[in-house]
């Protein structure tokens, strides 16, 4: 098998398990805070188990400031999943999914806000398309808000998910697995006040499911990733990561019964058109496969590059 085919297959099979996290997230019966709480405790094990088979501690690349930044993408990514995983429950997996990948958009702006990048005439024109597409998919009507809730949260996500990747661009010569080891483990702490452990420990089948999120979701998925962005250019890493949202969709509408509108669905491609474009104008070297150096690890991917959940 070539690499680059190689490279396809481990990216779109990662592209798939994210479509699934949803069923994952809502089978566990457990709260958003519960939830990501255990995909931080089994994704540590499963990312740290599989970095010390490999030796990538030996040599690892951390300087004080890489890891602080590690840990304040990760506060960024645990919470950008609470909010994620609060949309689920206040609209539907497919909604959510949709809105979640307004990501590119927000960290054009924070781009221009923090960093005063210049944002051009077509990448304005885009974000207004996207913009157009998110009132569509939202199906919000005059005088009704019942899913603004779910709008919300999915849009908080996505902003959080902006500022943990612009925190982690800015982190090189890092295996990636290690920075994600970093910010699951980053989330322990964090999520440790919010957690109801008494209701957790009557989840029964439950924990299978969570076991689930965080082998499967976090250290299987995030390996399949990291060793597809190595062999594939960015224009295929940015087209194959919009098998997540498709994904998602189709197993909500299989698994329980949702579906977007006709005047949703008609934003849909609007959003997707929109993202793909300002991703594939941008070029940043954190969506570029990592370069692989005789002697130095490789950069740490960003989580731009597919926006995986």
């Known amino acids: 098998m070539r690499n680059e085919t190689r490279g396809t297959v481990e ?38 188990a599989y970095s010390l088979v490999r030796g990538f501690f030996t040599g690892h690349g951390f300087t004080a400031r890489k890891l602080g930044l590690a840990a304040l993408g990760g506060a960024f990514i645990v919470f950008n999943w609470v909010f994620l995983f609060e949309a689920y429950e206040a609209t539907s997996i497919s909604l959510a999914t949709v809105v979640y990948h307004t990501q590119p958009f927000f960290l054009v702006l924070l781009g221009a806000v923090l960093t005063r990048e210049r944002i051009s005439a077509g990448k304005l024109g885009w974000l207004a398309l996207a913009f157009v597409g998110l009132v569509l998919v939202s199906g919000v009507r005059p005088g009704e808000t019942a899913s603004l809730k779910g709008l919300g949260f999915a849009l908080a996500a996505a902003v959080l998910y902006a500022l943990a990747t612009f925190v982690t661009k800015r982190i090189t010569g890092v295996r990636p697995h290690l920075v994600a080891l970093v910010q699951v483990l980053v989330g322990l702490p964090l999520l440790l006040p919010f957690a109801d452990f008494g209701a957790a420990a ?108």
């Open 202 to 309: 009557g989840l029964g089948s439950g924990w299978a499911w969570l076991v689930g999120l965080g082998i499967v979701h976090t250290g299987l998925m995030y390996v399949l990733m990291y060793a597809a962005y190595a062999k594939l250019p960015t224009a295929k890493i940015a087209v194959l990561a919009f098998t997540y949202p498709a994904v998602a969709m189709g197993v909500d509408w299989a698994v329980y019964g949702h579906h977007i509108g006709l005047v949703q669905a008609l934003g849909v491609p609007l959003i997707v058109l929109a993202s793909l474009k300002v991703t594939l104008a941008a070029r940043t070297p954190a969506a570029a496969p990592a370069p692989r150096t005789a002697g130095h690890a490789p950069e740490a991917a960003s989580p731009a590059a597919t926006r995986a959940a």
């Open 11 to 48: 990216l779109t099979l990662a592209m798939v398990l994210s479509g699934t996290l949803g069923v994952f997230v809502v089978e566990s019966g457990a709260s958003p805070f519960e939830v990501v709480f255990f995909r931080c405790l089994f994704g540590a094990l499963a990312l740290g």
